[in-house]
């Protein structure tokens, strides 16, 4: 349980390394990224290129146009959930 929590914590922190580069609001984690003004679609848009590439992963239109690509909680939780799909297979 100990490591699922800390994989977590670091997908949620590179996150907002990359998202919040010098100013994170203290709500980071449930900030809506689409209603904010300091990020805009070229950073999302780099943002799916980059943990698609990290994490081997494949996010689909459907779970960007969600609630699953809303903030960084509800990101981390998507990410966590593809790669470890991956691993069972």
Known sequence: MKKKINKLSNIKLYLKKILFKKYTPKNYLTTDLLKTDKIDSMVIFKLI???????????SDNELFSG??????????????????????
């Open 68 to 89: 699953k690509f809303k903030n960084i909680e509800n990101i981390s939780i998507l990410i966590e959930k593809k790669i470890n799909a991956i691993k069972k297979k």
């Open 49 to 59: 290129v980059t943990l698609e590439s990290k994490y081997k992963i494949k996010i």
